[in-house]
Nanobody, 123 residues
Framework: VQLQASGGGLVQAGDSLRLSCAAS????????MGWFRQAPGKEREFVAA????????YYADSVKGRFTMSRDNAKNTVYLQMNSLKSEDTAVYYC?????????????????WGQGTQVTVSS
């Protein structure tokens, strides 16, 4: 499975941004798509995830109510709509795929990773 993340950029606090992640290859082995992020000097952390089959989502508390994850099954693409961005949202955002029951939130539960896209929020 190959994952291509895009949509990052430099925005101001309070602005919005939408990330995309297109999956290709053996996508039939993927049941869940997730977004993680890694800020400088910090560990990679879970942001959100979605199940392909029914669109069920799960969010980290830090982004709940501000970020929305969606998917387009026909395009094998997931999106992360990020609203009311804060400086603490600054990080490299990675998409990843897993073949798991439920909605995993741990790094080790994901099998394939994209290259990451930088999101910088200035205050």
């Amino acid at each position: 499975v190959q994952l291509q993340a895009s949509g990052g950029g430099l925005v101001q606090a309070g602005d919005s941004l939408r990330l995309s992640c297109a999956a290709s290859g053996r996508t039939f082995s993927s049941t869940v798509m997730g977004w993680f992020r890694q800020a400088p000097g910090k560990e990679r952390e879970f942001v959100a995830a979605i199940r392909w089959i029914n669109g069920n989502t799960y969010y980290a508390d830090s982004v709940k109510g501000r970020f929305t994850m969606s998917r387009d099954n026909a395009k094998n693409t997931v999106y992360l709509q990020m609203n009311s961005l804060k400086s603490e949202d600054t990080a490299v955002y990675y998409c990843a795929t897993a073949d798991r029951i439920g909605i995993p939130s741990l790094l080790g539960e994901y099998d394939y990773w994209g290259q990451g896209t930088q999101v910088t929020v200035s205050s």
